[in-house]
């Protein structure tokens, strides 16, 4: 494993939101062996191992899989909303694009978006897609804006 990305060693230097970047990122590299029918890579093996012995031991799995807030009152779901956030953006995005042959209004392409994921109310898709910092592209990535 690389040295940025070893969770079990970093202490809480980063924002709480890197550090469930890296777990989430983790939990892709088991699904695709799982997926390839591959082993898992032996670092990954040992942290699982290590990690689960911790928890079993009564460690605090936020601790053990540091993504215990540093500070209190910081939200634990920012890296949900924000995968929720791109994830209704790159659907308007999809259904309003130009090369489209249904391409939608955007009005209605908000519309049948937060109905169909009801992950944001239509209110707050319309501002975030009318925010001029939005990224309007179909495509995104899991990693910072």
Same mark, same amino acid.
């Given at each position: 494993?690389?040295?940025?990305?070893?969770?079990?060693?970093?202490?809480?230097?980063?924002? @709480?939101?890197?550090?469930?970047?890296?777990?989430?990122?983790?939990?892709?590299?088991?699904?695709?062996?799982?997926?390839?029918?591959?082993? @898992?890579?032996?670092?990954?093996?040992?942290?699982?191992?290590?990690?689960?012995?911790?928890?079993?031991?009564?460690?605090?799995?936020?601790?053990?899989?540091?993504?215990?807030?540093?500070?209190?009152?910081?939200?634990?779901?920012? @890296?949900?909303?924000? @995968?929720?956030?791109?994830? #209704?953006?790159?659907?308007?995005?999809?259904?309003?694009?130009?090369?489209?042959?249904?391409?939608?209004?955007?009005? #209605?392409?908000?519309?049948? #978006?937060?109905?169909?994921?009801? #992950?944001?109310?239509?209110?707050?898709?319309?501002?975030?897609?009318?925010?001029?910092?939005?990224?309007?592209?179909?495509?995104?990535?899991?990693?910072?804006?």
């Amino acid at each position: 494993m690389p040295s940025k990305m070893k969770p079990l060693d970093q202490p809480n230097i980063e924002p @709480l939101i890197e550090r469930q970047r890296k777990l989430f990122t983790v939990s892709d590299q088991i699904q695709m062996a799982q997926q390839q029918n591959q082993p @898992l890579p032996k670092w990954l093996e040992e942290w699982l191992v290590l990690a689960l012995r911790k928890i079993a031991l009564g460690q605090d799995a936020d601790e053990v899989l540091n993504v215990k807030p540093e500070k209190q009152g910081v939200r634990k779901d920012s @890296l949900k909303r924000e @995968l929720d956030k791109k994830m #209704v953006m790159g659907a308007i995005a999809s259904m309003t694009a130009p090369q489209n042959e249904k391409k939608k209004k955007t009005k #209605v392409a908000i519309d049948e #978006v937060t109905k169909a994921l009801s #992950v944001m109310k239509r209110s707050t898709a319309r501002k975030t897609w009318g925010s001029s910092l939005t990224d309007r592209k179909p495509t995104f990535t899991l990693s910072k804006k």
